[in-house]
């Protein structure tokens, strides 16, 4: 089955680049995501890319991903306490047929950034 | 453009009570809809999801069950709540390609 996997925590500080890591293991994946959630609040999509591109950027943000090694990375350049949260990735696969576009979420990356 | 919307924001029920917390669209048309729950850790647990209106399917057997009355509204309910219910509901809805979810604010349930 589809499961998704990330690092518990990230600590930067304030000005320095953060990577987020996310592996995955289902081959079909199509789309991957990133979502951002801060504290009591709901998730809020950041960013995605299609499972046939290598990268794509959108401002701070740049999104790698490895299709060979089923890894996915965030990279937030220039990273401002405001970008403490939690960031979830996310992979929509077709396995097992389904049309509906189920996600499935890893357990999520606390990014602690420091002045 | 799009809103979610879910309410109560915050709920404090007492154990064998009922539930029943909502969640409305706006903005879009026959979207797909989802319940998750999030525990104290952080994983997102998919509940339910629909693709029109009663149209539900569930993933994970339990004491909830949810409905779509409506096109845009989507309610999740209980008869009698647990302690392990407790956590944090979320509401999403997305469209077809590229599937990409969007997530309410979410609600808050405490069962004492």
């Known amino acids: 089955g589809e499961d998704v996997e990330q690092s518990l925590f990230l600590s930067v500080r304030e000005g320095d680049s953060s990577v987020i890591n996310c592996t995955y293991t289902?081959?079909?994946?199509?789309?991957l995501y990133w979502y951002k959630q801060e504290p009591g609040a709901g998730l809020q999509l950041l960013t995605y890319?299609?499972?046939?591109?290598d990268m794509k950027q959108d401002q701070r943000l740049t999104v790698l991903l490895n299709k060979k090694d089923k890894h996915l990375s965030l990279r937030i350049a220039d990273t401002q306490t405001g970008d403490s949260a939690i960031y979830f990735c996310?992979?929509?696969?077709?396995?097992?047929?389904?049309?509906?576009?189920?996600?499935?979420f890893g357990q999520g990356t606390i990014l602690t950034v420091h002045p | 453009s799009q809103t979610i919307h879910q309410w109560p924001a915050t709920l404090v029920q007492p154990v064998g009570s009922p539930l029943s917390l909502e969640c409305t669209v706006e903005?879009?048309?026959?979207?797909?809809l989802y319940w998750y729950r999030q525990a104290a850790g952080r994983g997102l647990q998919l509940l339910f999801y629909?693709?029109?209106?009663?149209?539900i399917s569930s993933e994970v057997p339990q004491n909830l069950s949810a409905s779509r009355p409506q096109d845009r509204q989507f309610i999740l309910s209980s008869k009698k709540l647990l302690l392990s219910d407790s956590g944090f509901y979320l509401c999403?809805?997305?469209?077809?390609?590229?599937?990409?979810?969007?997530f309410g604010p979410g609600t808050r349930l405490t069962v004492t």
């Open positions: 999403a809805w997305s469209t077809d390609s590229p599937y990409e979810q969007y």
């Open positions: 289902d081959s079909s994946s199509t789309y």
């Open positions: 890319i299609f499972s046939n591109m």
């Open positions: 996310a992979e929509r696969s077709v396995a097992g047929g389904t049309s509906y576009g189920k996600l499935t």
């Open positions: 903005g879009t048309s026959n979207p797909n």
């Open positions: 629909s693709i029109g209106i009663d149209q």
